[in-house]
């Protein structure tokens, strides 16, 4: 599909290419700007953590001993207030430090203006007490982390550069080394050319295996974070529910448009003017009956033009062998009308609702246009099936390929169709061919 499927497919699949590092990376982790700043963040966790922790227990547990004097509604809702204030502060940290991306847990709804409404609405709402939850959880995990972190990044450091500063205990210490053991009766020291080169060896790999062992830590810093300060699975929900019916909104005033306009350029421009051919030819019939006769049989052949684009409008609407005969009719009609050959299979048990029905047709009916127009394909196939709760449609050709989703073309506007249905549309289509386009569907019988 050389214009639609061949604009910049590459660019959606083919990442831009890197200059190879020299080092594996499993050498260049300690010292990756990556590293770093995860290491910065858990480092930043416990301040941070004994901050937030202090604070909530404070002001939850002062807020419940006053709730018998009525002041404890107030002062709870701020300690909530400030858990979510903290909040900010941490998903921006996670963001900055980690590169994740949690989104803002749900708003307040307060029912009404007035610091009354919102510290009911900062009590009801589930995403305040996550935030709270989140100070209390982290806490423990900060200071572990911190001292697990700590602990290995200076220990590795210490011992890696050992051999570069162990004269200083000779100089002015007094010993031969680094005192590995010692009591009243014996002392072993690292002082000799062997203990040293070892000794830099473990320190080699505890700074190789630190870089890890935080990322691990950071890990599951991350979850913490986007479970309890990110929204809740119910309202990302609902914002995709929102945004989905956004999309259907728009494209069915998209299709009105569409066909007011084929309705006003096409059928309704050919009746007024066999409106006033038919005019013309009642006014001649009696002074000159073959002309009026002539127009009269041009008339006839618009009327004919006319009730042809009705039918093209009516079966871009919902054709009615849909209607009657079921998807294996309709798709089979649409092959036929594809410039390259089409092979139709459709195995379904039973037909699925209307409305899925209908955009299945529509899917592949836009699909098999691209074919037509853009793939340059010597065949085609389109295969549907039901796979458990879905229903799953397939189009390939052997044409050039090069389909990219991401270019805003018509691969585009289809998968927000079938995204405002909870379907998937997904392009396999290297540049070459073939290509391979699946739809998925929720099955609704």
Not at 277 to 305: C, I, S, W, Y
Not at 431 to 445: D, H, K, S
Request: net charge negative; charged share 20%.
């Amino acid at each position: 599909m050389a214009t639609e499927y061949g604009q910049g497919y590459g660019q959606g699949y083919a990442h831009r290419s890197e200059p190879p590092h020299r080092l594996p990376a499993a050498l260049r982790a300690p010292v990756e700007g990556r590293s770093l700043r995860e290491f910065a963040y858990v480092l930043l966790g416990l301040p941070i953590a004994i901050v937030l922790f202090t604070w909530t227990v404070t002001m939850v547990a002062l807020g419940a001993g006053l709730l018998v004097t009525f002041l404890g509604i107030p002062v709870l809702a701020a300690a909530l207030a400030g858990c979510r204030g903290f909040g900010v502060l941490e998903r921006a940290r996670a963001r900055g430090l980690l590169g994740l991306e949690v989104a803002d847990p749900e708003p307040l709804r307060p029912r009404a203006p007035g610091p009354a409404a919102w510290t009911v609405a900062l009590l009801k709402s589930g995403a305040s007490w996550r935030h709270a939850l989140y100070a209390l959880v982290q806490f423990p995990w900060a200071v572990f982390s911190f001292s697990v972190a700590l602990a290995f990044w200076t220990s590795g450091w210490t011992l890696l550069t050992y051999p570069l500063w162990f004269w200083v205990f000779p100089a002015y210490a007094g010993e031969g080394g680094l005192q590995l053991y010692g009591d009243a009766h014996h002392s072993v020291y690292l002082d000799n050319p062997f203990e040293i080169t070892v000794t830099a060896l473990i320190g080699l790999v505890f700074t190789l295996v630190t870089p890890w062992l935080v990322r691990a830590l950071t890990t599951v810093d991350g979850l913490l974070v986007r479970g309890l300060l990110g929204p809740s699975p119910l309202s990302a929900r609902v914002v995709e529910l929102e945004s989905d019916r956004g999309a259907v909104v728009d494209t069915a005033a998209a299709d009105l448009r569409r066909i007011e306009r084929d309705l006003h350029d096409g059928a309704q421009a050919r009746l007024v003017g066999l409106a006033m051919d038919l005019g013309l030819a009642k006014e001649k019939l009696r002074e000159d009956p073959d002309t009026a006769a002539r127009m009269v049989e041009e008339a006839h052949g618009e009327v004919k033009t006319a009730l042809q684009e009705l039918r093209d409008l009516a079966r871009g609407i919902h054709p009615a062998v849909l209607t009657d005969r079921g998807l294996d009719a309709a798709l089979s009609a649409v092959a036929s009308r594809c410039p390259v050959p089409v092979r139709v299979e459709v195995d379904l048990p039973a037909r699925p609702a209307p409305a899925i029905e209908g955009i299945a047709y529509f899917t592949v009916s836009e699909l098999l246009q691209n074919v037509g127009k853009h793939s340059r394909a010597r065949s085609a196939a389109v295969d549907v099936w039901r796979s458990a709760d879905r229903l799953m449609l397939q189009v390939t050709d052997d044409g050039v390929g090069g389909a990219d989703v991401s270019q805003g073309s018509g691969l585009a506007g289809l998968t927000a169709r079938l995204d405002a249905v909870d379907g998937v549309l997904l392009v396999d289509s290297p540049v070459g061919g073939p290509t391979r386009v699946i739809a998925e569907l929720p099955w609704r019988g």
